[in-house]
């Protein structure tokens, strides 16, 4: 296995994008990646997506993007694991590039949902879930997690406003990041008003969904060392972990499994330990996940994730900033490209590319993207080299 | 239309048959045929009581579509007492609050019809605070 190193990264802002289509859009993310990385041409395309079957009605998406850039007869592929289908598509294109199959390789994660009907998308985010014996009996995606929510209190005495200073950084970072689908700050006052969606859950929990797309360019390392002006960054760590699909089915449906071990997986790999993280890319989806990602990859106790956030750990200036650039909440939620912009995001901050929400001196980052309520992580550390 | 994919689960829905582990003894719902817990093959029939308490819930306020007519709706984790964990509806609360621990029994209720008036109903269990103790 060769190192692989992100040349390029493209996307377009998260939003409402009536006027293009899904193939519109991933196109922008992979021109813009291939301007950024300076080639023109890559040997491979992954495709992280999940519901352009049942919201497009079109699947087959490696073919038709790459035959849309000007690709057509190379490599392509759709990969998916629900929420966590864009950093798969990643994870594909640098298991591709670093075996020595594949010289060059492009990851882009792309998802239209404002075209349907909140019910329809609502109903096709379920199946995310298990169909057989947990989406039929009506749960949502937001239900699932608010089930979790409601026990995680229970266990450890938190009330919902202890989870107001997630939301609160989101929005704050998202404000500073002109591809965020919100980039307004939000109060306390706010958070604590916002109607219910699946109690304890509330609106401000939760992250929006949106149109978006975001692609890198992947490549062997030492083709590129020293030759570029900018920081160079690494793929220095990636894993995979999957748990079940059904929360039910969890010994510990507090704890993230997957999360837990494709992290310890991928710090294993990179040389390094949660200590040595500058910042973290959460899948922040919903409030109750950010706290359950920090326990489950080391930066706080089991039960404590919020007291980091109440402690100011998680902002820009504390000792884990998390959701740098909005995060799942303020930056939006386009289900399968969600993993690519944690990823485009980190290579921001690590080549010092973040504007005002940049982190000073940013060298190692953590990205970990999550499938379904925790059945599939995926989680890249990446570094400048 | 959906109906063999509904039918062969009508001895789940309308009974929680599940599976008995010969290897471990672990009750498992529903049937996987791979015991979770010792990996062992499990394909020996196991009827559930349909006893359990509340593991967690929440009230859905936007359901997804099917689902409408019953906004808003109770969906828990039921911890059953044989051990495994199940997701399902709530029903027939009245007024009592419910609470983490409360004991449910399941029942067999409508989940929800497929398509118009026309369509599939589909029934299966949801659970009730335990009527007889």
Same mark, same amino acid.
């Given at each position: 296995m060769?190192?692989?190193?992100i040349l390029?990264?493209g996307?377009?802002?998260?939003g409402?994008h009536?006027?293009?289509?899904?193939v519109e859009l991933?196109g922008?993310a992979?021109f813009a990646?291939?301007e950024d990385a300076?080639?023109?041409?890559?040997e491979?395309?992954y495709?992280?997506n999940?519901m352009a079957?049942?919201?497009?009605k079109?699947?087959?998406l490696?073919a038709?993007i790459?035959d849309?850039?000007g690709f057509?007869g190379?490599? =392509?592929?759709?990969?998916?694991?629900?929420?966590g289908?864009g950093?798969?598509?990643?994870?594909t294109a640098?298991?591709?590039?670093?075996?020595g199959?594949v010289?060059?390789a492009?990851a882009v994660g792309?998802e239209?949902m404002?075209d349907?009907?909140?019910r329809?998308t609502t109903?096709?985010?379920a199946?995310?879930?298990s169909?057989?014996?947990e989406s039929?009996h009506g749960v @949502?995606?937001?239900g699932?997690n608010?089930?979790?929510m409601r026990?995680y209190m229970y266990?450890y005495?938190?009330?919902h406003?202890?989870?107001a200073?997630f939301?609160i950084?989101?929005?704050?970072?998202g404000?500073l990041?002109?591809?965020?689908?919100?980039?307004?700050?939000?109060?306390k006052?706010i958070?604590l008003?916002?109607?219910m969606?699946a109690d304890?859950?509330?609106l401000m929990?939760a992250?929006?969904?949106?149109d978006g797309?975001?692609?890198?360019?992947v490549v062997?390392?030492d083709l590129v060392?020293?030759?570029?002006h900018?920081?160079l960054?690494k793929?220095?760590?990636s894993?995979?972990?999957?748990?079940s699909l059904?929360?039910?089915?969890?010994h510990?449906?507090?704890?993230?499994?997957? =999360?837990?071990?494709?992290?310890?997986v991928?710090?294993n790999?990179?040389g390094i330990?949660?200590?040595?993280?500058d910042?973290?890319e959460?899948?922040?989806?919903?409030?109750i996940?950010?706290a359950?990602?920090?326990e489950?990859?080391?930066f706080a106790e089991?039960?404590?994730?919020?007291r980091?956030?109440l402690e100011g750990?998680i902002?820009?200036?504390?000792s884990?900033p998390?959701?740098?650039?909005g995060g799942?909440?303020?930056?939006?939620h386009?289900?399968g490209a969600?993993g690519?912009?944690?990823?485009?995001?980190a290579?921001q901050?690590?080549r010092g590319e973040?504007?005002?929400a940049q982190?000073?001196?940013?060298?190692?980052?953590?990205?970990?993207?999550i499938?379904g309520?925790?059945a @599939?992580?995926?989680?890249h550390?990446l570094?400048?080299? | 239309?959906?109906?063999?994919r509904?039918w062969?689960?009508?001895?789940q829905?309308?009974?929680?048959?599940?599976?008995v582990?010969?290897?471990?003894?672990?009750?498992?719902?529903?049937p996987?045929?791979?015991?979770?817990?010792c990996?062992?093959?499990a394909k @020996?029939?196991?009827?559930?009581?349909?006893?359990g308490?509340?593991?967690?819930y @929440?009230?859905?306020?936007?359901?997804?579509e099917?689902?409408?007519?019953n906004?808003?709706?109770?969906v828990?984790?039921?911890?059953l007492?044989?051990?495994?964990?199940i997701?399902?509806q709530l029903?027939?609360?009245?007024?009592?609050?419910?609470?983490?621990g409360?004991?449910?029994?399941?029942?067999?209720r409508?989940?929800r019809?497929?398509?118009?008036?026309?369509?599939?109903?589909?029934?299966g269990y949801?659970f009730r605070p335990l009527?007889?103790?």
């Amino acid at each position: 296995m060769q190192g692989v190193a992100i040349l390029g990264i493209g996307q377009v802002p998260v939003g409402e994008h009536w006027d293009k289509r899904l193939v519109e859009l991933a196109g922008d993310a992979i021109f813009a990646a291939l301007e950024d990385a300076q080639i023109k041409r890559v040997e491979a395309l992954y495709v992280g997506n999940m519901m352009a079957g049942q919201l497009d009605k079109q699947s087959h998406l490696g073919a038709l993007i790459s035959d849309w850039v000007g690709f057509r007869g190379i490599e =392509a592929m759709t990969v998916e694991a629900a929420c966590g289908s864009g950093a798969l598509a990643l994870r594909t294109a640098m298991v591709a590039v670093g075996s020595g199959l594949v010289s060059s390789a492009l990851a882009v994660g792309v998802e239209k949902m404002t075209d349907t009907s909140p019910r329809e998308t609502t109903a096709a985010l379920a199946t995310a879930a298990s169909a057989d014996w947990e989406s039929i009996h009506g749960v @949502t995606f937001v239900g699932l997690n608010a089930l979790i929510m409601r026990r995680y209190m229970y266990e450890y005495g938190w009330k919902h406003e202890d989870f107001a200073p997630f939301s609160i950084n989101s929005h704050a970072n998202g404000a500073l990041n002109p591809n965020a689908r919100f980039q307004s700050p939000i109060t306390k006052e706010i958070y604590l008003k916002a109607p219910m969606i699946a109690d304890p859950i509330n609106l401000m929990d939760a992250s929006p969904i949106g149109d978006g797309a975001a692609a890198a360019v992947v490549v062997p390392l030492d083709l590129v060392k020293g030759m570029n002006h900018r920081p160079l960054v690494k793929i220095a760590g990636s894993a995979v972990a999957t748990d079940s699909l059904a929360v039910h089915d969890r010994h510990d449906p507090l704890w993230l499994t997957a =999360a837990e071990k494709s992290a310890r997986v991928a710090y294993n790999q990179a040389g390094i330990g949660p200590d040595e993280v500058d910042f973290f890319e959460i899948h922040d989806a919903f409030s109750i996940m950010a706290a359950l990602s920090l326990e489950a990859c080391g930066f706080a106790e089991r039960g404590q994730g919020p007291r980091l956030a109440l402690e100011g750990e998680i902002t820009r200036e504390g000792s884990i900033p998390i959701a740098t650039l909005g995060g799942l909440k303020a930056r939006g939620h386009p289900v399968g490209a969600t993993g690519m912009y944690q990823v485009v995001e980190a290579v921001q901050q690590l080549r010092g590319e973040a504007g005002p929400a940049q982190i000073e001196g940013a060298k190692i980052g953590l990205t970990q993207n999550i499938g379904g309520s925790g059945a @599939t992580v995926i989680s890249h550390v990446l570094m400048t080299e | 239309m959906d109906i063999p994919r509904h039918w062969r689960l009508n001895k789940q829905r309308y009974a929680l048959t599940g599976e008995v582990c010969p290897h471990c003894q672990a009750k498992i719902f529903p049937p996987r045929d791979v015991c979770p817990e010792c990996g062992g093959e499990a394909k @020996t029939e196991f009827g559930f009581s349909g006893k359990g308490e509340i593991y967690s819930y @929440t009230n859905i306020y936007n359901a997804p579509e099917g689902y409408e007519e019953n906004i808003p709706y109770t969906v828990a984790l039921v911890k059953l007492e044989e051990g495994p964990m199940i997701t399902a509806q709530l029903t027939d609360l009245g007024d009592q609050p419910l609470e983490i621990g409360m004991p449910v029994e399941m029942i067999t209720r409508k989940i929800r019809s497929d398509g118009d008036e026309r369509g599939l109903l589909i029934y299966g269990y949801k659970f009730r605070p335990l009527v007889s103790a």
